[in-house]
């Protein structure tokens, strides 16, 4: 098994963690977590994981090294572990806005280095993460696309668009669950009690996701099935059209997109 060292003990990078280990992919020894509060990884330390506050000591046995830090902290950390990162280790990125050049400008050109862009639902083995590189090998880009694949579901893209991914993927979660969130507030208005309604339209939208996933069908297809003349469920989305549902999330992902190509500013 190789190791790796995720350099940042935040959400996502402990979602990848307990991802990998959840998919029975890496043993918990087999995972090092970097962060400046130590107690803050005592969970982690206790299931196994190694933890560390240096990084440059973390990664020095590792295979894989991920970046799991803000953007506004990654020159500092890319600075740090300059002199002692190899070329033969694999550095994964996931943060927003950081180009794979950008990396090679501080690590150097020789550095191999492959962008992830997943969700949090990596802690659950339901994460879509796209992936993409500037010249990584082949060979290396299905290695990473192997590690994700435990975790979820990957696309490989070309680089240009991995801030859209950002945008559509790992903002889109939060829109979706906001989407839910709402659902189950209208349950109540209409006479559930509160966690009833949640259970109802987490269900709900987990049923629609597995449709379109399964079935291959555009989700108007679907809509179509459950919309008769006259009827209750085409009347519910004219309404919500009316108030600009579709408007909204299109303008929410594009305004996002926008958001997270300026996360980095080599500052």
């Known amino acids: 098994m190789k190791r790796m060292t995720i350099i940042g003990g935040g959400n996502i990078g402990l979602s ?20 400046r509060n130590l107690e803050a990884l005592e969970p982690e330390r206790s299931v196994g994981m190694r933890v560390s506050a240096d990084n440059t000591t973390a990664i020095q046995e590792a295979d894989f090294v991920v970046l799991a830090v803000l953007p506004q902290h990654v020159k500092a950390v890319l600075e740090e572990i300059r002199t002692t990162l190899t070329t033969q280790q694999i550095v994964i990125s996931m943060v927003s806005g950081l180009s794979c050049q950008e990396i090679g400008n501080i690590l150097g050109e020789d550095c191999v280095t492959v962008r992830a862009m997943p969700n949090t639902a990596i802690a659950v083995g339901q994460s879509m993460t796209c992936i993409a590189t500037d010249h990584a090998p082949e060979s290396v880009v299905k290695q990473v696309q192997n590690i994700f694949e435990q975790v979820g579901a990957v696309s490989v893209i ?43 339209a987490i269900q709900t939208a987990r049923g629609a996701a597995e449709l379109l996933w399964l079935a291959g069908n555009h ?45 980095y500013n080599g500052g």
């Open 16 to 35: 990848l963690a307990y991802g990998l280990i959840k998919a029975g992919y890496y043993h918990p020894d087999d995972l090092t977590i970097t962060r």
């Open 219 to 263: 989700p108007e297809s679907e809509i179509d099935k459950v919309t008769s003349p006259n009827g209750c469920t085409i009347a519910g989305l004219n309404e919500m059209e009316h108030h600009g549902f579709s408007s909204a999330f299109i303008k929410g992902i594009k305004q996002s997109a926008k958001q997270a190509g300026g996360l």
């Open 158 to 200: 070309h680089e240009d668009l991995m801030t859209s991914a950002t945008a559509l993927c790992a903002c889109g979660i939060a829109f979706f669950l906001r989407s839910i969130r709402a659902a189950s507030q209208g349950g109540v208005e209409i006479g559930f009690h509160a966690h009833e309604a949640l259970k109802m």
